[in-house]
């Protein structure tokens, strides 16, 4: 059974930041493609960044060069690091993990970006 367990949410300033970690089990966690979504109070849930099996990585426009993806396989960690914080970046922020074709999600963490 997959499970997918976010961390580091909170509250922070403009131009803060903030890690968030999520921590899998049930997996071969080196052959999942793993990604970072948000969904902000009445609007879709959207990709922030994704990172493959393989280490490449994908980010949404409105977070590229302030957020960085990464992956520890050896002890099945995915981080986002979330530097320069806007206000618009607050969202539930959810862990994904996929393989061939199959998706699970984490619970999420909120993230709020306010003064």
């Known amino acids: 059974q997959v499970q997918l367990v976010e961390s580091g949410g909170g509250l922070v300033q403009p131009g803060g930041s903030l890690r968030l970690s999520c921590a899998a089990s049930?997996?071969?966690?080196?052959?999942?493609?793993m990604g970072w979504y948000r969904q902000a109070p009445g609007k879709q849930r959207e990709l922030v960044a994704r990172?493959?099996?393989?280490?490449?990585?994908t980010y949404a426009d409105s977070v590229k060069d302030r957020f960085t993806i990464s992956r520890d396989n050896a002890i099945k960690m995915v981080y986002l690091q979330m530097n320069n914080m806007k206000p618009e970046d607050t969202a539930v922020y959810y862990c994904?993990?996929?393989?061939?074709?199959?998706?699970?999600w984490g619970q999420g963490t909120q993230v709020t970006v306010s003064s």
């Open positions: 990172i493959s099996n393989s280490g490449s990585t």
């Open positions: 049930g997996i071969i966690f080196r052959f999942y493609t």
């Open positions: 994904y993990a996929a393989d061939l074709g199959l998706g699970s």
